[in-house]
Structure formats: C-alpha cells, structure tokens
C-alpha cells in the first residue's frame, strides 16, 4: 500500500501536504528495506568479473591497466591482493567503487 501511495504522490509540488506525505513513506519504506532485505556490497573480487562480462572486457583488458597477465591472474584466483595503486586504477579507467575496492576480501590458500 506504501509503495502504491508513493507512486500516487510522485511528482507532488514541493511544500504541499503530498510533497511532505511523500517524503514520510519513502523515508518509511527505505528504512523498512534496509532492516528487512539489508544487501551488504559485494567483496571486490566478486565485482571485478562481473563489471568485466557486462562491459565485454577480457583478463587482458585487466592485465593492460594493472601491470601484467599474471597480476590478473592471481587477482582473479584470489592468489593475490588488490594493492593500492590498482585499486585507484580501476576505480579511475572502469569507474567502480573504491569504497567497494578496499573491502576486505579472503585470499585462496594453498
């Protein structure tokens, strides 16, 4: 019912009663979201892959702006960390997220 009410009161003038009633229900339903279905971001090497199918990217497009075939490599494997310098490459030349960059992510052992 919230969100068809928000649909409703879509393009309300700013200072009406429907302009603050809007304003309520989505502050409302954004906080009911977050609580209920609270999506954590992606650690970054679960990203990296993704951004490089749905932009027709290739492991060589990744090995051209961090150094080298086998970097990419061992960055894909999880063999090896993202160090500072490539992760403000990529944030810079495929305008991801350093926020999400810089997480914390589980290197594969052995």
Known sequence: MALA???RLMGAT???PESDRLEVLVT???RY???RWNIEAPDPISVIPHVMEARGLRQNDLAALIGSQSH???ILRRRRPLSLAMI???AAEWSLPADVLV???DLATG
């Open 5 to 7: 009410e928000i649909d």
């Open 14 to 16: 700013s200072g009406t």
């Open 28 to 30: 409302l339903v954004e």
């Open 33 to 35: 979201e977050a609580e």
């Open 72 to 74: 990419a490599s061992e």
């Open 88 to 90: 403000r490459v990529l």
């Open 103 to 105: 997480r914390e992510y």
